[in-house]
């Protein structure tokens, strides 16, 4: 599981039938620095499949790869990225990051 902010959304002329009713966002993975000074992400941006309608700038949380998949079983769905939570707050353990 990761977090990320959505930066966009992406808009498509045709799709697969099982992904219909669903958008899709454009999100920036935070690295732990990232969520330390609460700043935009710097990896690479993701496309993620979205059911629970984030807005832009909401943070959520999504998987990735056969992970992502697992929420339709056994009914799989072509996704590389599912969103899983729109975040409101984040609470980082300090005593945790100290030793990364």
Known sequence: ???GEVIGTVTLSRSCPEVVG???KIVV???LDGLLEQRRGDAEEV???DEWSAGLGEWIAFSEGGEAAK???PDLK???AYCAAILDTI???HRVTQFQ
């Open 78 to 80: 072509p996704v590389d």
């Open 91 to 93: 609470e980082i353990d």
């Open 71 to 73: 929420p339709f079983y």
């Open 47 to 49: 496309i993620v499949y």
């Open 29 to 31: 993975p935070f690295g």
């Open 1 to 3: 599981m990761r977090i």
């Open 22 to 24: 669903a958008q899709w």
